[in-house]
């Protein structure tokens, strides 16, 4: 069965470290992968995307990802920790036309 | 400014009761789709839609039921044979299947 998995409910980082969130998937040769972003009560705003191609992608508010086929893992990075960057990310996978997520990753921000 | 649009932000129903929750586009795009968040669960989808007047349920539709009898519409009906609906729920569109969802503010629904 198709499952994205997010080992880490919860991390806690301080402003200025750096960042690496977890995810693992585990369905497709080439498949197609998200990470997106959520503030308490909003919605989701999409971070990045893999579909094919390089291996590393760069996303929105200095965030990347990287795709290790070897490690069915899609892994969400980013260098310098900023306070807003406050919230809980989720990994997701289409499969077939529905999009399969992760049960997400809340991350906090020390000062 | 395109988007999606969900209302309302919070819904309050009682034992018995219908209520449906509204989700509009003007991003012209044919897919819709309708997810249900609960803490530490991530997102379920409860029903989707690749085109107008067609829908396919997802892997938790009992207990709801949705129409899409316009491009830019796809409304939720949570209905009273569903026991637990205390959740946030997420309206979402994309261009076409196996593409980008975006995804609205979201509707905060609680049982008085």
């Known amino acids: 069965a198709q499952s994205v998995t997010q080992p880490d409910i919860h991390i806690t980082v301080s402003e200025g470290a750096s960042l690496e969130l977890r995810c693992n998937y585990s369905?497709?040769?080439?498949?197609?992968l998200f990470w997106y972003v959520q503030s308490p009560g909003q919605g989701l705003q999409l971070l990045l995307k893999y579909f094919s191609g390089d291996t590393l992608v760069q996303g929105i508010k200095g965030f990347e990802a990287e795709f290790k086929r070897s490690q069915s893992s899609f892994n969400l990075r980013k260098p310098s920790v900023h306070w807003s960057d406050a919230a809980e990310y989720f990994c997701a996978q289409i499969y077939g036309n529905k999009l399969v997520f992760g049960a997400g990753t809340i991350l906090r921000v020390k000062s | 400014d395109g988007g999606i649009t969900q209302s309302p932000k919070y819904l309050f129903r009682k034992e018995g009761q219908n209520v449906t929750l509204s989700c509009e586009q003007n991003l012209n795009h044919d897919a819709m789709y309708w997810y249900r968040q609960d803490p530490g669960q991530g997102l379920r989808l409860i029903y989707y839609?690749?085109?107008?007047?067609?829908?396919q349920k997802g892997d938790i539709a009992e207990g709801y039921s949705v129409s899409r009898e316009k491009k830019e519409s796809f409304p939720l009906t949570v209905t009273s044979a569903q026991k637990n609906p205390t959740a946030f729920y997420l309206c979402a569109s994309s261009i076409q299947g196996r593409d980008i969802q975006y995804f609205g503010a979201g509707t905060r629904l609680s049982v008085l």
């Open positions: 839609s690749q085109i107008v007047n067609d829908f």
């Open positions: 369905y497709g040769a080439t498949p197609y």
